[in-house]
């Protein structure tokens, strides 16, 4: 049991939001959301990357003088070496970091980190393992159950797990995003800015099912770890992960802060998401060790 | 090219481990009957007594055998992993194939001496995630990911030295990052990197449309065969889905790797083995798979001819592809 204070991490935007966006959407989270930490970068795709490093510097500022903890997020898939440059260069400059990739790790060589989703550490050996290695926070794989959860945060005090958001389910060499509109990765016309929360991919005979981001691909039902907030929160999870959608993210922080402080019903949470606006329906598969696109009824 | 080249074949079954050897294998890869390797498939496998034989087997045959344990472990029972290492190590594998970077750790720290190569599972796709897993564990190999193109295998096959790299160059082709997948898990509840299954056929369902076979996983529709057209296995990935308005294959074709055009280049940057994917196909496919391969990798390594007509006709009446080899996708 722990009485510590559940944080909040507001993860990176993994879709490609026009700049004006972007910007209106962090200042608006510096201002306004109870979260206590801020991940910023360009998770999925390196070519999205120049448009964002100059409103990264301002956002950093921003989001500081709001109180906010800032780390930069790494790619999640890096292939070619200007790619790990880039990263290394970061790592250089002194940054927070988030490693989204076991390259990352490699360069940041024992310095203290915070892990994202992306790296596969299902048990307790793996854990110790990555806590020797400089990670202070830990954000484990989101189709990790509750079960494996609770063991992981007992052994460490580090263990984040993603709480809100299209469950991020794999990645690809390959751009699903410009394929679908017939083009190539390289000539790709930045196709997926059109999709604020990916593309919707249904099945053949229309239920939906995935939404595709460039070279990621996600889940329809967007996860919401409602229920299990306090069972989280007893285990010893230190954080709640955020991931963004385009409904308001102010307003999905306050609820999960009003739920982890035990203000709010898990029911009341739901039904407080659900006129968000969502992309998609509220599930927790994952966490109850079922398909991850399932929902436990209100 | 001086450096011996070796063929690496899939043993699902002590029958098809006899079988891959016989056809030529320089080594077979298998694992135990249970969740600790990602074909963890009902009727695949060997016990502990069946690995032991299929090591004598091997050995009195001058192969190699690999043993995989390639999942990542459950919380709270590692145990099962760990006692896995232990007894593939007392059995006297050549090589264990890992994926868990905390296996990993207990592999070496355990057997010191113990030759360990990395699962494409650990999808240590750049030269420094191999460095990473080299420099600390002494990883002797890595199953390079199925994604890249010969530009990249060249590249890191030079600096993962005197780190060895392995290749895939015939059978299933996974589209997604190895062991960062989650569509499985996501869709059924079982997945490779926790269940080492992927769209597992507990999950499939077929529904006869009257003019046409629809074929679901986890209850998600995945492919329509119209009356009279082979059905093939519905992996998820391989589905066709709609977006945008239009039907497709989203991800991937339903197509098969045969790399074999690329074996002189592939051998020639440097890489040490070709990787025979397929665990769980008959002992006729293997043997037929694992003699082809084998004249052609005899050949390359004498100067001979390849007869690129004989690989070719493997996957004759099927739909193959060199994958991202070729760098199709850029």
Redesign the interface.
Known sequence: MTTERLSLTLGPVFYNWPVARWIDFYNRIADEAPVDRVCLGEVVCSKRKPFLDEAILVTVDRLERGGKEVVYATLA???GKRE?RDISDMIQAGYAIEAN???????LAGREHAVGP?L?I?????????VRLGASRVCL????PL???A??AQARNVVEVFAFGR?P????????SA???GM???SCQFVCENDRDG?????????P??S?NGIQ?L?YTVTAATHQVGELKDAGVVSLRLSPQSCDMVRVAQIFRSLADGHMTPKEANEGLHVLGLPGPLSD??LR?????TAEAD | MTARLELVCPAGTPAGLRTAVEAGAHSVYCGYRDETNARNFPGLNFDRAEMTDAVRFTHDRGARILIALNTFMRAGATDLWKRGVDDAVAAGADALILADVGLVDYARRTHPRQRLHLSVQAAAATPEAIAFYRDRFGIARVVLPRVLTVEEIARLTSHAAPCETEVFVFGGLCVMAEGRCMLSSYATGKSPNMTGVCSPPSHVTYRDKGDALVACVGGFTVERFEKGEPAGYPTLCKGRFAAQGAVSHLFEDPVSLNAVELLPRLASVGVTAFKIEGRQRGRAYVATVVRAFRRAIDALATGGRIDFDELRALTEGQRDTVGAYKKAWR
């Open positions: 898939l890096p292939t790990i990739d076991m390259a990352t790790v490699h360069l992306f596969n299902y048990n307790e050996d793996a854990l110790a393992l990555h794989p989101p189709e990790l079960e494996s959860i063991l992981l469950p389910l794999a990645l690809s060499a390959r751009c699903y394929r679908s509109a190539a990765k390289d593309m919707e991919v249904t099945t053949i005979d229309g239920t099912f995935l595709v691909t889940g598969g994952f060790g079922l398909p991850g696109c």
